[in-house]
Nanobody
Framework: QVQLVEFGGGVVQAGGSLRLPCAAS????????MGWFRQAPGKEREFVAG????????HYAESVKGRFTISRDNAKNTVYLQMNNLKPEDTALYYC??????????????????WGQGTQVTVSS
């Protein structure tokens, strides 16, 4: 069964940090580029960060650049999102997703083929 499972969400004060792992199973992880998206209540799902299959290329939304870092460990079938200096506007449900377009990073929801169930991140002011 193909599955992505996110962990690590929670409640944190503004300025704090969280690390979100996403574990993949049932797929050949190295075939996929990986992305993190988020969705706040009443808003559309938006791209946060992406990484190619090899981990050599990453891309970030302007709103998180310099604060968030995406990385992956292909031996562990896991992608990570390190979030530092969190702000209340980062509050959202965070999803990891896998794309078969492995050599570049897409910011489009429609180009990701497999999705996790999401993990809630709440940043208090």
């Amino acid at each position: 069964q193909v599955q992505l499972v996110e962990f690590g969400g929670g409640v944190v004060q503004a300025g704090g940090s969280l690390r979100l792992p996403c574990a993949a199973s049932g797929l050949y992880f190295s075939n996929y580029a990986m992305g993190w998206f988020r969705q706040a209540p009443g808003k559309e799902r938006e791209f946060v960060a992406g990484i190619t299959w090899s981990g050599t290329i990453t891309h970030y939304a302007e709103s998180v650049k310099g604060r968030f870092t995406i990385s992956r460990d292909n031996a562990k079938n896991t992608v990570y999102l390190q979030m530092n200096n969190l702000k209340p506007e980062d509050t959202a449900l965070y999803y990891c997703a896998a794309s078969l377009i492995s050599g570049r990073i897409s910011m489009s929801v429609g180009e990701y083929h497999i999705w996790g169930q999401g993990t809630q991140v709440t940043v208090s002011s």
